[in-house]
């Protein structure tokens, strides 16, 4: 059988227009964008991909970008912004103090996460040049108090709100500004602190045990069930929410070792699946019972504002103004990376209630210095002037922009769907793959992936899978699985909750069905010899923090038996959508010569 497979895309898309149209029935979503800019890709050799990785280690992060076909690495920072916000850009004032891009993302924040559909959109002044001084005295030097953006005076005097330049930054101020105060309000040595979390991803959990965090994750049970393929897009489970029992049984016995509960949504511990708002009222019970200030981790806060209102009972005729306003106001605070759900390529907040339960629980350490106070003096010094945080005007306006396009339901309908698309593609042609799929990112199942190959863990076959796939097809993807979390270094009872996942992290507005079709059709090749995909040892920076940044590999290949080698079937199934579009032979390969002589005539 002929082996199939579509040519790489020629191009990203860096910038589009948005275009709002009402869904048809019974057919796809509509388009909810144009583009309007492309940039060409630069066409590479395997040949070329593997000197380069050889240079640097087989670290699929190190791997130059520029040649790189279609990156699915992150979707942190890598999104095609709008023509609106591209505008904006051009409105960005760098001036030190105050610019007016501080006070446009201060009021896009009380928009999108306090006001719900009653916005004052207040960027749309500074955009045309109307502002003048009566608006900055009554608009941007307002008074507000009582929310999570102090104003005018307030801001001043009770700090409440941090501009950083990325989430993890926001990480870094508020765990360490809170080990901070329990050291000082304790003059006796106390047992480690404790975070109680849904799913800690990879910074924050780092930064949390810097900080000396001990951290707790009760993810509700079921994360990798099985999912009938019928159902997605009609039902969903919200596999992200926090398991309230193991949570609660935790709180009752080491109750008053908790510092803080954070619920990252959507989970991207867990494969980006969603929280209910359920899970979150109820975890806000528990909280309030406990008297334990409850924060996000709201990096994706929109896609999952989007699932609880496609799949959650009576949130249908919610819009997601008021779905996103409902869902802070159960919370005490919250960190967010705008590069994701900000539709930014740089950015990032903290923020917390005025006067709530974490400024009443953090009120000073020994100098009596409130917490505000405090991290703004950290955030002054890590990062920069308050009103800027070491991000340039120019990004403090797209990212305050961003806000209001990340949460139009007709992009969030696209954005799902096609992340929706990639996964049910790979599912229809027998590839592992977790459903439902979350909204940012498709995971393959790594250990259904070598099912039969007889592959250890130690061996981190999944690392060498992302190796063949950025060399042979210009591929990158990231193994979220036993070399990431570490396997190697954890207990017995700790590895038997690490997964096994490869993360393919879609970016925002950038790629089309032609990225996707093109990765499907290379996943298929790898899949069909997958009995030949080595595994890797570490060679550097096994113990580094975050080691999948930094660490340098070499290649472990694997002695395949003959028998096996015969017995591997590179019959590709076509889906369905190949039928419209031309396919191509594939000519991709690293070495045709040795590949035809392992597969023989199958390989055309």
């Known amino acids: ?34 583009a309007v800019v492309v940039r060409s890709l630069l066409t590479t050799t395997s040949m070329e991909r593997e000197q380069i990785l050889r240079d640097i280690q087989y670290n699929v992060f190190a791997f130059p970008a520029a040649l790189i076909t279609c990156d699915f690495l992150t979707d942190s920072g890598t999104s095609a912004m709008t023509d609106i916000q591209w505008a904006a850009v051009m409105r960005g004032d760098e001036s030190y103090g105050r610019n007016s891009g501080y006070y446009c993302l201060l009021d896009a924040f009380r928009d999108i996460f306090e006001r719900g559909d009653t916005q004052e959109r207040i960027y749309r002044d500074v955009l045309a040049g109307t502002a003048d001084a009566d608006f900055y005295r009554k608009k941007c030097l307002k008074g507000y108090e009582g929310g999570f953006v102090n104003g ?6 009770r700090p409440n709100f941090f501009i950083v330049p990325q989430g993890r930054c926001a990480e870094s101020l ?57 159902l997605i897009g009609k039902r969903n489970f ?57 924060f996000f981790d709201a990096c994706r806060f929109a896609e999952n504002a989007k699932f609880i209102q496609d799949f959650e009972e009576g949130f249908s005729r919610s819009s997601i103004g008021q779905i996103v306003q409902e869902m802070f ?68 306006m797209a990212a305050a922009v961003g806000l209001y396009e990340v949460t139009k339901e007709s992009y969030l309908r696209n954005r799902i769907s096609q992340v929706q698309s990639f996964a049910q593609k790979l599912h229809a042609n027998g590839i592992p793959v977790l459903l439902p799929p979350g909204g940012h990112a498709i995971y393959l199942d790594m250990d259904g992936f070598f099912d039969g190959c007889d592959r250890a863990p130690e061996e981190f076959a999944s690392v060498g899978f992302t190796i063949e796939l950025l060399r042979d097809y210009g591929i990158r993807a990231w193994e979220a699985g036993p070399f990431a979390w570490e396997w190697d270094k954890k207990t ?84 369905g959508l190949y039928n419209k579009v031309e396919v191509f032979t594939a000519r991709i390969v690293r070495n045709q010569s040795s590949l035809e002589a392992l597969f023989g005539a199958r390989l055309k």
């Open 329 to 396: 106001s159960y919370v005490d605070g919250f960190t967010i990376s705008l590069k994701k759900d900000g539709l930014a390529n740089m950015g990032g907040a903290l923020c917390f209630r005025d006067q709530g339960l974490f400024t009443q629980k953090f009120s000073g350490h020994k100098d009596k210095i409130p917490i505000g106070e405090l991290i703004k003096e950290r955030q002054i010094l890590c990062y920069g002037n308050d009103s800027y945080g070491g991000m340039s005007g120019r990004d403090l």
């Open 1 to 34: 059988m002929q082996l199939l497979i579509l040519p790489p895309s020629s191009h990203d898309g860096l910038q589009v227009r948005s275009q709002i149209r009402s869904p048809l029935p019974v057919l796809p979503p509509p388009p909810s964008h144009n």
């Open 492 to 575: 017995a009872a700790e590895r038997k909750n690490i997964p096994n996942l490869v993360r393919f992290a879609v970016p925002r507005n950038t790629m089309t069905d032609h990225h996707i079709n093109y990765t499907v059709a290379a996943i298929l090749q790898l899949h069909a010899k997958r009995h030949t995909i080595p595994g890797v040892k570490i060679i550097r920076g096994a113990e580094s923090r975050l080691r999948h940044f930094q660490s340098g590999f070499a290649l472990v290949p694997l002695e395949v038996k003959q028998e096996v080698k015969q017995n591997v079937n590179l019959e590709v199934k076509q889906i």
């Open 152 to 157: 005018g005076s307030v801001q001043l005097s």
């Open 174 to 230: 508020l765990f360490s500004s809170m080990k901070e105060t329990l050291v000082g309000q304790s003059s006796e040595n106390v047992t480690q602190p404790v975070i109680i979390s849904n799913g800690f991803f990879d910074t924050t959990g780092a930064n949390a045990a810097v900080a000396g965090f001990e951290r707790q994750t009760f993810l509700q049970p079921g994360l990798s069930d099985p999912f009938p393929e019928e």
């Open 238 to 294: 919200f596999k992200g929410n926090l398991d309230i029992a193991a949570a609660e049984e935790f709180l009752r016995k080491h109750g008053d070792r908790v510092a803080l509960i954070l619920i990252t949504i959507t989970n991207n511990f867990a494969a980006g699946q969603p929280v209910s708002m359920a899970n979150i009222r109820q975890t806000a019970a528990i909280a309030k019972r406990y008297r334990i200030p409850l």
